[in-house]
């Protein structure tokens, strides 16, 4: 049959000439028990079967072809003469052959050509090929969606599980959902503390917790609103730090008829800080030397405290050079006090945000220094080192320098209000200690919030002791040195001190002390590896059971230990001989009432009796092999430091350890010449002397001038032109017929001149070497001065006086002269420093004019 499509037509051919239909045509005739063809039928009933199992569309195939088959046999019912419906129910090679062809989802062509096929065995083999086909695209359907179903159903299954297993947990009350948690733990941190909390932080805490509770868990403003209560909840609203004492006793072990230990632990609480003034003192000492102005202040921060009963907070700035023990100080005052300590530098801070947080908005956003100061801490009393405050930074982002106005005003820190939190704070009781190198740098409307100590730096005598009591010590522990190993000798330290390390501070002295122990460590490892004895093993066993060789120097000592037995000490023969008569004695008796070593009962009852007994021996043993142990490192010890020579560390062999020195002599001239004028400096290092050097240049009517080298500063020079007037004056009241200063040319010159100079704490030198060169008479050898000086000759304060005393005694001057109006600070200066010393104070230059070239001295002494 053929069908067309448009038009639409059927034609009808017949195969072969007969009056029935085409679906009533007989098949070829065959044998119903030929082997191959009942083999090829089971084959493909057995392919049928494995398709079905795994497809289901094959499924539906077969139901939908049953359904017709009933259709198709009410059809052939109304032909009463057609002789094939007697086989209709019968089994039917033929039949099978269609029905595999008519249910597999092979292409038309395909089945047609099984339709068209009379021969059975030909229809059987087609089909046969057909269910295969379909079988191998069942397989592989079955392949593609077990990996896809193991892929996807892994992340699946375990969501499922994991929301299973949430249910459940919150139908047996064991979990509850993620915001009731977060609640009940914001709750449970303010709880203890909720009296202390101030009334306004309690009501934002709860309405807080409320939105909270209102927000879907996936939301940006539940993670904002989260962050929020975890910040406001762990401030520590009324907290302060605890002074208490913890005293414990060693343990004791008596072992007579019975083993005891006692533990007693005493706890002491008293109010919330340290008022004891004696121990800040000792605690303070210990940690630095010097700095009595600071811990003077410190202590009577303490006096106070104790006289109200409670402690306010304080804004204390200190002041001075590099490495003179700034921030050290906070850290033992902080000891001293016994508060948290926390530090946090402002050295180039731009952001203001920085001091009083971030708005909540900004993505990101947190909290100021001050806040996550109070959190880490844990109380509300600590003690904040703001470091490098002189330092401050300004960028786009504000100006920190106002920003830290409200942060260090103690009539405003009790309400402090961070952008973050939104809420006030009170940081009334928190002492802040601040750090600045220059305090010139610092603004003045922060710096009048403060209270400065300066920190001059320390002297050579006071460098000694930090340098033995404290740098020496930590340095030569850091290292591992034995103190009877290494000897510095005060000389040593002193050429290190004067040649190496002048600065105002004890830094640069720590990391050369530093340097010579790594060298005179490096030098022990080398003498003890040289020095090291051959390592011999004595009264050992080989694994043939023969003694190892022993040394021959300890061969007699050796020999009289190894009596009992030639592989071991006596005490090791008696403990094999006493192991072995156990083992012979147990091989002899029944399995029950055999000894356990350390006769140690089998039952349990009397191994409970003898427990204390054996715990006792075993601590007595540990005890003793400890005692031994410690001995014998001891001997070790005490041999090792006899065979290894003590190093020596001297002046002569300084520059071995540190190098050839840095500084050399500051005093240039043995006897001061025409012209020269010894004056006083203060630098960064501590101070200094500084000689003024006048010479004529040309002499001649009229030629008058003054020229100037030294890199010196503008305000300087203004100083020489000065000295150039007074010198002048002076010089016509003195010898009025003398006209040098109007017919000479000077040349001033300052030596070191690479350095940069300024101020004009030099006049009165530049004067007195400008009227020595006129009047070519030399000053006193030992003659040092400073004072800034008008045009009508009168001397001004100068500052530094603490520094430039040290650099005059360090370039063995005994005289000074001092402006009248520094007689105070020369007063507060330590009697160590002005021991020795010869100082005149002076109101007018005249005065200094008798003392430089040998008139009456009327300075004031």
Same mark, same amino acid.
């Given at each position: 049959?053929?069908?067309?499509?448009?038009?639409?037509?059927?034609?009808?051919?017949?195969?072969?000439?007969?009056?029935?239909?085409?679906?009533?045509?007989?098949?070829?005739?065959?044998?119903?028990?030929?082997?191959?063809?009942?083999?090829?039928?089971?084959?493909?009933?057995?392919?049928?079967?494995?398709?079905?199992?795994?497809?289901?569309?094959?499924?539906?195939?077969?139901?939908?072809?049953?359904?017709?088959?009933?259709?198709?046999?009410?059809?052939?019912?109304?032909?009463?003469?057609?002789?094939?419906?007697?086989?209709?129910?019968?089994?039917?090679?033929?039949?099978?052959?269609?029905?595999?062809?008519?249910?597999?989802?092979?292409?038309?062509?395909?089945?047609?050509?099984?339709?068209?096929?009379?021969?059975?065995?030909?229809?059987?083999?087609?089909?046969?090929?057909?269910?295969?086909?379909?079988?191998?695209?069942?397989?592989?359907?079955?392949?593609?969606?077990?990996?896809?179903?193991?892929?996807?159903?892994?992340?699946?299954?375990?969501?499922?599980?994991?929301?299973?297993?949430?249910?459940?947990?919150?139908?047996?009350?064991?979990?509850?959902?993620?915001?009731?948690?977060?609640?009940?733990?914001?709750?449970?941190?303010?709880?203890?503390?909720?009296?202390?909390?101030?009334?306004?932080?309690?009501?934002?805490?709860?309405?807080?917790?409320?939105?909270?509770?209102?927000?879907?868990?996936?939301?940006?403003?539940?993670?904002?609103?989260?962050?929020?209560?975890?910040?406001?909840?762990?401030?520590?609203?009324?907290?302060?730090?605890?002074?208490?004492?913890?005293?414990?006793?060693?343990?004791?072990?008596?072992?007579?008829?019975?083993?005891?230990?006692?533990?007693?632990?005493?706890?002491?609480?008293?109010?919330?800080?340290?008022?004891?003034?004696?121990?800040?003192?000792?605690?303070?000492?210990?940690?630095?030397?010097?700095?009595?102005?600071?811990?003077?202040?410190?202590?009577?921060?303490?006096?106070?405290?104790?006289?109200?009963?409670?402690?306010?907070?304080?804004?204390?700035?200190?002041?001075?050079?590099?490495?003179?023990?700034?921030?050290?100080?906070?850290?033992?005052?902080?000891?001293?006090?016994?508060?948290?300590?926390?530090?946090?530098?402002?050295?180039?801070?731009?952001?203001?945000?920085?001091?009083?947080?971030?708005?909540?908005?900004?993505?990101?956003?947190?909290?100021?220094?001050?806040?996550?100061?109070?959190?880490?801490?844990?109380?509300?009393?600590?003690?904040?080192?703001?470091?490098?405050?002189?330092?401050?930074?300004?960028?786009?982002?504000?100006?920190?320098?106002?920003?830290?106005?409200?942060?260090?005003?103690?009539?405003?820190?009790?309400?402090?209000?961070?952008?973050?939190?939104?809420?006030?704070?009170?940081?009334?009781?928190?002492?802040?200690?601040?750090?600045?190198?220059?305090?010139?740098?610092?603004?003045?409307?922060?710096?009048?919030?403060?209270?400065?100590?300066?920190?001059?730096?320390?002297?050579?005598?006071?460098?000694?002791?930090?340098?033995?009591?404290?740098?020496?010590?930590?340095?030569?522990?850091?290292?591992?040195?034995?103190?009877?190993?290494?000897?510095?000798?005060?000389?040593?330290?002193?050429?290190?001190?004067?040649?190496?390390?002048?600065?105002?501070?004890?830094?640069?002295?720590?990391?050369?002390?530093?340097?010579?122990?790594?060298?005179?460590?490096?030098?022990?490892?080398?003498?003890?590896? &040289?020095?090291?004895?051959?390592? /011999?093993? !004595?009264? +050992?066993?080989?694994?043939?059971?023969?003694?190892?060789? =022993? #040394?021959? *120097?300890?061969?007699?000592?050796?020999?009289?230990?190894?009596?009992?037995?030639?592989?071991?000490?006596?005490?090791?023969?008696?403990?094999?001989?006493?192991?072995?008569?156990?083992?012979?004695?147990?091989?002899?008796?029944?399995?029950?009432?055999?000894?356990?070593?350390?006769?140690?009962?089998?039952?349990?009852?009397?191994?409970?009796?003898?427990?204390?007994?054996?715990?006792?021996?075993?601590? &007595?043993?540990?005890?003793?092999? /400890?005692? !031994?142990? +410690?001995?014998?490192?001891?001997?070790?010890?005490?041999? =090792? #430091?006899? *065979?290894?020579?003590?190093?020596?560390?001297?002046?002569?062999?300084?520059?071995?350890?540190?190098?050839?020195?840095?500084?050399?002599?500051?005093?240039?001239?043995?006897?001061?010449?025409?012209?020269?004028?010894?004056?006083?400096?203060?630098?960064?290092?501590?101070?200094?002397?500084?000689?003024?050097?006048?010479?004529?240049?040309?002499?001649?009517?009229?030629?008058?001038?003054?020229?100037?080298?030294?890199?010196?500063?503008?305000?300087?020079?203004?100083?020489?032109?000065?000295?150039?007037?007074?010198?002048?004056?002076?010089?016509?009241?003195?010898?009025?017929?003398?006209?040098?200063?109007?017919?000479?040319?000077?040349?001033?010159?300052?030596?070191?001149?690479?350095?940069?100079?300024?101020?004009?704490?030099?006049?009165?030198?530049?004067?007195?070497?400008?009227?020595?060169?006129?009047?070519?008479?030399?000053?006193?050898?030992?003659?040092?001065?400073?004072?800034?000086?008008?045009?009508?000759?009168?001397?001004?304060?100068?500052?530094?006086?603490?520094?430039?005393?040290?650099?005059?005694?360090?370039?063995?001057?005994?005289?000074?002269?001092?402006?009248?109006?520094?007689?105070?600070?020369?007063?507060?200066?330590?009697?160590?420093?002005?021991?020795?010393?010869?100082?005149?104070?002076?109101?007018?230059?005249?005065?200094?004019?008798?003392?430089?070239?040998?008139?009456?001295?009327?300075?004031?002494?």
């Amino acid at each position: 049959m053929q069908v067309s499509e448009d038009p639409l037509t059927v034609k009808v051919d017949h195969l072969k000439a007969c009056s029935l239909p085409f679906f009533m045509m007989q098949d070829k005739p065959y044998d119903k028990d030929d082997d191959v063809i009942k083999a090829t039928s089971f084959e493909v009933i057995s392919t049928v079967r494995d398709v079905l199992k795994t497809s289901s569309l094959w499924r539906d195939h077969v139901q939908t072809y049953t359904q017709l088959s009933l259709s198709y046999s009410s059809l052939l019912l109304s032909f009463p003469r057609c002789h094939c419906l007697q086989h209709m129910g019968d089994f039917n090679y033929s039949r099978l052959a269609d029905f595999g062809a008519a249910i597999s989802g092979a292409n038309k062509l395909l089945c047609q050509q099984v339709l068209e096929e009379l021969d059975v065995y030909k229809r059987l083999k087609l089909t046969l090929e057909l269910v295969k086909k379909e079988l191998e695209i069942s397989k592989i359907q079955e392949s593609i969606a077990k990996a896809i179903e193991e892929k996807i159903s892994g992340e699946q299954r375990r969501y499922l599980l994991n929301e299973q297993l949430k249910a459940i947990k919150k139908e047996l009350g064991l979990e509850t959902d993620d915001k009731s948690a977060l609640s009940a733990k914001f709750r449970e941190r303010i709880e203890p503390n909720k009296e202390k909390i101030p009334p306004h932080v309690l009501q934002v805490i709860e309405e807080e917790l409320t939105k909270l509770q209102l927000l879907e868990a996936s939301s940006s403003e539940f993670n904002v609103t989260r962050n929020y209560l975890d910040w406001l909840t762990a401030l520590p609203y009324g907290n302060y730090s605890q002074f208490s004492i913890l005293v414990i006793c060693n343990l004791r072990f008596i072992l007579f008829a019975q083993l005891y230990c006692k533990l007693l632990c005493f706890q002491f609480k008293c109010s919330d800080e340290n008022f004891d003034v004696i121990q800040a003192q000792k605690i303070l000492d210990e940690d630095h030397y010097g700095l009595d102005d600071v811990k003077e202040r410190i202590l009577e921060f303490i006096a106070v405290g104790k006289l109200r009963g409670t402690s306010q907070g304080k804004i204390i700035c200190l002041s001075g050079p590099p490495g003179v023990g700034k921030t050290s100080i906070g850290r033992s005052i902080a000891r001293a006090l016994n508060r948290k300590f926390y530090r946090f530098s402002v050295g180039g801070l731009s952001d203001v945000a920085e001091i009083k947080g971030h708005r909540r908005t900004y993505i990101g956003a947190m909290p100021g220094k001050m806040v996550q100061c109070l959190k880490n801490v844990g109380t509300a009393n600590p003690l904040v080192l703001i470091d490098e405050i002189d330092k401050l930074g300004r960028g786009h982002a504000g100006d920190p320098a106002s920003a830290m106005l409200e942060l260090l005003d103690p009539e405003q820190n009790a309400n402090f209000l961070d952008h973050y939190l939104d809420v006030p704070i009170d940081l009334s009781k928190v002492l802040f200690v601040c750090t600045a190198n220059v305090v010139e740098m610092i603004p003045n409307p922060l710096l009048d919030r403060m209270e400065v100590i300066a920190i001059a730096g320390y002297i050579s005598d006071e460098k000694m002791h930090i340098a033995r009591d404290y740098l020496e010590k930590a340095t030569r522990e850091a290292c591992g040195i034995k103190s009877e190993q290494v000897e510095v000798t005060d000389a040593a330290l002193l050429a290190l001190i004067e040649n190496y390390c002048r600065e105002a501070g004890v830094r640069n002295l720590q990391k050369h002390i530093e340097k010579i122990y790594r060298k005179i460590a490096l030098q022990l490892v080398r003498k003890g590896e &040289l020095n090291k004895p051959p390592v /011999s093993e !004595v009264g +050992v066993k080989g694994h043939d059971g023969r003694a190892e060789s =022993v #040394s021959e *120097t300890d061969e007699t000592a050796v020999g009289a230990k190894i009596e009992a037995e030639p592989g071991g000490g006596s005490g090791t023969g008696m403990a094999s001989e006493t192991s072995t008569e156990t083992e012979a004695e147990n091989k002899d008796l029944p399995v029950d009432k055999q000894q356990t070593p350390l006769n140690l009962p089998s039952e349990p009852k009397e191994s409970g009796k003898l427990l204390l007994w054996h715990l006792a021996l075993l601590i &007595l043993l540990i005890a003793a092999s /400890s005692q !031994v142990n +410690v001995e014998t490192a001891e001997k070790l010890e005490s041999e =090792v #430091s006899k *065979t290894v020579d003590k190093v020596l560390v001297d002046t002569p062999n300084l520059s071995d350890f540190v190098g050839k020195p840095v500084f050399h002599a500051e005093r240039i001239y043995d006897q001061t010449p025409v012209g020269v004028v010894m004056g006083l400096a203060w630098t960064a290092m501590g101070g200094s002397t500084l000689y003024i050097e006048t010479t004529q240049v040309e002499q001649g009517e009229g030629k008058g001038a003054l020229h100037l080298t030294g890199q010196l500063g503008d305000v300087m020079k203004e100083s020489a032109q000065i000295a150039h007037t007074v010198a002048r004056a002076i010089l016509s009241e003195k010898v009025p017929d003398n006209p040098f200063f109007a017919n000479s040319k000077l040349h001033l010159h300052v030596p070191a001149g690479a350095t940069p100079k300024d101020g004009p704490s030099a006049g009165c030198t530049m004067i007195t070497s400008l009227l020595s060169l006129a009047m070519k008479k030399s000053v006193r050898k030992d003659l040092a001065m400073t004072g800034e000086v008008t045009l009508t000759g009168r001397i001004l304060p100068i500052g530094g006086v603490k520094e430039k005393t040290i650099a005059a005694r360090r370039s063995d001057v005994k005289t000074l002269i001092f402006p009248s109006a520094n007689r105070r600070d020369f007063d507060e200066l330590a009697i160590n420093v002005k021991d020795g010393l010869e100082v005149h104070f002076v109101d007018d230059y005249s005065q200094i004019f008798d003392l430089a070239f040998g008139g009456d001295q009327h300075g004031e002494k």
